[in-house]
Each structure stands twice: as C-alpha cells, then as structure tokens.
C-alpha cells in the first residue's frame, strides 16, 4: 500500500513537472545570443476546449420543441456565466469553456424566434401562419405537430418560407452575438451554421465555420438544403464566398452512423461517379475535420468492423436514421471513421488523392442552447429532456418516433463532447487555422490532455525533455500532420504523453491504433497499447491483456481514482512498418470506467437503473491522425 501510494505522488508530481514542459514549451537549449527565447516560439502551446455544434432557439427544431435560449444566452453560458436554463432552472457550466460556434440549423433559420415576435413577412405568408397557430397551444404534443410539419416541409425540399426575409434578419443577428462575445485572448465566440440535408432521411449534415469577423459574413446569407443536398455544391459555395469575400470556410460532417453508408459513400451523391483525385482534393480543402463523437452516437469505430478491438462498442447508435430506409450491415464500412481512414488511404494509392484524411473533433449537438457535455450532470441535448422533466426523459424516442422500426430513446444518448485545438493563442485566427491544420483531437466530454508527435529519429530519452514541444515540432510532426518517405531502414517513432483531466478520472491507457493498405489494395488495422496503468504489462503482441479494473458503485454513482493513473506516456516504434506501404497512426485515451449519465439520474430520481445502457463508461480521447506516405 506504502508503495502504491508513493507512486501516485511520483506520478502526480511528474505530471505537473513535465506537462509544464510540453504546453508552455520551455526552452532547454536557449537560442545564442537571446537572452530569452520565447519570442521566438511559434508552435502551439496550449490546448483549447470547446464546442463547435450547439443549437439555439434559432434552430427551428429546437425551439419550436421548447428552446427559449438564444444565441446570446448561448455564449454567456459557455463563457462561465450563470443562466435560467428553458424549464426555469439556474445552471452554470463547472469549467467555461475556450470556444464555441453558435451553429445554427440554416433550413429557415430564426422561424420559431420569427413566430415569437410575430415577424410581419411570416404572418403575410400562410404556412408561416399555419405554423404559428400549431405552436400558440403551447403543449407538447402542438410542439410535436409543428415539427412533424416542419419535417415535412424539409423532406419534400419545397421552401414555402422562401419569400420572407427574417431568416436574414435572424443571421444578422447571430453574427451580432458572436461578436458581442468574442474576446481575443480570453474566449472566441465563431460565426457558423449548420446545413442539414438528410437524402431520403440519410444524414449528411455540416457545420460550417468562418474564420472571418462580420464584415465578410454579412456579406452571404447561409446555403441550405433547400438549395442543395449534395456536398459537392455546398463546397461550389464555400468558394465562391471565399472568392468574393477573401474569407475563409471550413465545414465539419457528423453523424455518419445515421448516414446509410453515405457519408463515406464510394461514389459521389447525385452523379453516383466513383469518387476520384479531383473529388478528393475538394472535400480535404474544406472538409478538414470530422465530429467523431457527439450526443448521436459515437462514430470512431464498430465492433462488427473491428472484432479484435474490445473497446470498439462505445455508445454505438447503428440500428437507424431519419428516414425510411432500413440499416444493413453493408452500410457500416462506409458511416465510422476508422473505416474511411483506412479505404482513403486505398483510394490515395489507387489515384494519388485521399478523400477522407481528416482530423478528428467531438462536440455537443445539444440543441438546448446550452453546451454541456458531463455524465454527471446531464441535461439533456432537447429542452424537453432536461433534468426538471424527471426520469420520465429515459423513456423519450429520440430516433424513429415516427415510425415502426428501430427506436433509438433518450437513455441511449450519448453525454458527448467536446473539441480540442493545440494553438498559440485563443482567437478566431488561430483556432480556425489549427482546425485547418488538423491539430486537434476529440473526447467525449473529458478535458484529458494529449500530445502526440511521430518522426523518424525520436528516442525514448526525448520524452522526459524539459523542451518536450520544442524538440516535437523541430524533429517531427502533430497530430494531423504527414511523415514523408523514411530513410531505408528507419521506422516512424512516436512521443506520447497523456493526463487526466484534472476534476475527472485516472487514465487507463494510451493505444496507438494503426491502419495500412498492402500491395494489393487491402486495408488492415491493429491496435497497440503503448503506456498503461497500475504496472500492467504489455506482451510481446503489443497488447496489454489485464484489464484496469471497476472501482464504479452503480447504486451511490461514486467511483474512486484507486485504479488508473494520472499521466502516463509512451515511447513507441512501429514494430511492423513497411516503408512500402501507406499508412495512417492516431491515438486513443482511455480513462478508468465511471458512471453513465443514466447512472446518476437514478440515483437522483431514486429509480431503477436503465439495464438496456451500461451501468459505467470509459470516456476517451482519439487524435487527429499522422499519416505516412511512402516515395512513388
């Protein structure tokens, strides 16, 4: 016991030691002639949290569903300020946050605020009317009949609001709020949107992302589904705008597992064209990232694809979408991540061009106004399912309420997550251009810090450096970045260092998870454990085979930090490297195992446990990947 707790205060020691060293980027070999070096550092020197998905009552599905917070409220909330939540309750976030992007849905942006005000241009038209008069009971099943109308009107792709203008009014005033609220150095507020297009109910939505301040966003209204489905014209969009304006775009795809196999499709949507280098080159320009977990669904990987991978079923939502059309399995290779990972890496070497090397963000979709994304405090991601509604929100259809298929209810919604950006300095600027850049990384919810940077002349002394960040950036790449052709003989070596979150819990351990596409064409994958905790040992496979433990206490919702550690960090070669051979190698944190959400409502509510959820979750971290790309 003696010996365990002294490695704890070792370990905890260490952390701050060495964390200090890799955010603030100390100098060990002092520039000559500069008495201080810090000038000089350009590199990214600290991690941002934040959120870039969280709807408002401008949203039309939000709040005409019972979202009172606007745009303003939304920003004051995730800046640390305390607010009355829609069902009347006082709520402030633990943590502000860095960031956020108001992102709103586009599809006639501002009509539930347009109804409240009673907006001349929307009374003049008569399904505007229609939809006010459904909303005026103020019940929840008039809440239900509105939407149900709305989503009507979005599935047949007819805008019968098409010629009022509040939905200009409403953009106006979102860019207004973001920049009432951005404060450079201290908290950036992001102009953006959502697109929403849903072919036949398949999930092809975006959020989209402006570098730029107000004078070149007021300049365009959003595009939306209205104007198209197909991702290739919203990127005809996103340049023209950055043509006419000299702004600068970028759009974030989520929710691929309510895709049907679209997201990740081999061919293009409307010309059903395989996909080939021009395609390619267009979606990586100003597809960049990908939301890889949120509140629908964790999107990293499936237990069906990865069957060697016991961490791979992870809050999996894969049994709907929002349309008629049935899942089936030949779907799943082309709506998870890891998957399209690996078949991007098959297409690069069939015609030179990757269509899916993107880096990897989480974030919310709460559509609450508020950007919460902890276990132990959840509040719901839909007005209607916050907290005060009771433990009757288990029982809420959030998928397939309309029909007779697979449901998906609240219970299984995911408490997810949030956005992680390596940059210099908090602003617009520097955000945009480090999610540009791809140097950022997912969790799902955990404020885990990561590092990761892979070369080919790394050393395992290099970890323990007092200029850990320095020597990363000078010798090799970030998260995101690319490994050319290596010297014959070398292997990629990587730096890997993780803490805890600081309020949260202990770290299991850290995996690098590799993909690579042989000779032929075919695509493998294999994960190694690289650090892990509590003296565990790895095999000579790579893989650590004792599992960390379950200190969780389901009936008190408790768990303890006794198994797990702080920090860890690795030092790891690639045992199996061809340089012949491309391939791609991101990092995934796991945390000890701690209470779901549904585990601390009923503990709260003093019900039975939902027994169709897991009683406890590791939360995680995945990186933005490097990629390798050997000589033609």
């Known amino acids: 016991m003696m010996r365990l707790t002294l490695r704890r205060l070792i370990n905890t020691l260490t952390c701050l030691i060495f964390f200090i060293g ?3 980027g100390i100098a060990g070999e002092v520039d000559k002639g500069l008495y201080s070096p810090y000038p000089a550092q350009v590199f990214p020197n600290d991690v941002y949290f934040g959120d870039t998905h969280l709807h408002t009552s401008y949203s039309p599905d939000a709040g005409m569903s019972g979202t009172v917070l606007g745009p303003d409220k939304a920003y004051r909330f995730a800046r640390g300020e305390t607010v009355t939540s829609n069902t009347g309750i006082p709520v402030r976030l633990g943590r502000p946050l860095d960031f956020l992007v108001v992102s709103d849905h586009s599809e006639n942006l501002g009509l539930p605020v347009a109804i409240m005000r009673q907006d001349e241009s929307l009374m003049a038209n008569e399904w505007g009317r229609q939809m006010a008069e459904l909303l005026a009971a103020g019940t929840l099943d008039a809440a239900r009949a509105a939407i149900d109308e709305y989503q009507k009107v979005l599935n047949a792709l007819e ?13 106006n005033e979102i860019i207004d709020a973001a920049e009432n609220h951005n404060s450079p150095g201290s908290f950036t507020a992001f102009i953006g949107y959502e697109w929403t297009p849903a072919p036949g109910g398949s999930n092809l939505h975006r959020n989209i992302i402006y570098r730029d301040g107000a004078e070149k966003a007021r300049q365009s209204v959003p595009i939306s589904a209205y104007d198209t489905e197909d991702p290739e014209e919203l990127w005809k969009w996103m340049e023209a705008y950055e043509t006419d304006t000299g702004g600068r775009v970028l759009t974030i795809p989520h929710n691929g597992n309510l895709s049907n196999g679209l997201m990740f499709d081999d061919v293009t949507l409307t010309s059903k064209q395989p996909l080939d280098a021009d395609y390619a080159r267009r979606r990586m320009r100003f597809e960049p990232l990908y939301e890889v977990t949120q509140t629908k669904g964790d999107g990293e990987a499936h237990p069906a694809l990865s069957r060697n991978d016991e961490f791979a079923d992870f809050e999996t939502w894969d049994v709907g979408s929002f349309g008629p059309t049935p899942k089936t399995p030949d779907m799943l290779p082309r709506e998870y991540a890891r998957e399209a990972f690996k078949r991007g890496l098959a297409y690069e070497q069939a015609f030179g061009a990757n269509p899916f090397k993107f880096g990897l963000v989480g974030s919310t979709d709460s559509h609450t106004g508020l950007a919460t994304a902890e276990e132990n405090n959840f509040f719901g991601k839909v007005a209607v399912l916050e907290p005060s509604g009771g433990p009757e929100r288990f029982q809420e259809p959030v998928i397939g309420r309309l029909s007779e298929g697979e449901k998906i209810y609240a219970r299984q919604a995911n408490a997810a997550g949030i956005a992680a950006v390596w940059a210099r300095d908090n602003t617009r600027e520097d955000l945009w251009d480090a999610m540009a850049r791809k140097e950022v ?84 994958e294999r994960i190694y454990d690289v650090a892990v905790s509590d003296d565990r040992g790895i095999g000579s496979d790579g893989r650590c085979k004792t599992p960390v433990g379950n200190t969780v206490d389901a009936g008190n919702a408790s768990y303890t930090n006794a198994i797990g ?68």
């Open 565 to 632: 550690d702080p920090l860890l960090q690795g030092f790891w070669s690639d045992p199996d490297f061809d340089p012949a051979e491309r391939a791609f190698y991101y990092v995934r944190v796991l945390e000890i195992p701690t209470p779901r959400w549904t585990t601390y409502d009923a503990k709260f509510f003093g019900i039975d446990r939902p027994k169709d959820v897991p009683a406890s979750i590791q939360e995680r971290a995945y990186t933005s990947p490097i990629w390798y790309t050997p000589q033609n």
């Open 22 to 24: 890799s955010i603030a």
């Open 441 to 524: 990384y997912a969790t799902t919810g955990t404020r885990i810090k990561v590092r990761v940077f892979g070369g080919f002349d790394f050393e395992k002394e290099d970890l323990d450096r007092p200029d850990f960040a320095r020597t990363g950036y000078s010798r090799g790449v970030p998260m995101g970045g690319d490994l050319e052709a290596a010297e014959k003989g070398l292997s990629p070596t990587f730096l890997l260092r993780a803490m805890r979150d600081p309020d949260g819990a202990n770290l299991d351990r850290i995996q690098v998870i590799k993909g690579w596409v042989d000779a032929d064409g075919e695509t493998h």
């Open 159 to 171: 805008d019968p609001l098409e010629d009022t203008d509040f939905g200009k009014t409403a953009w």
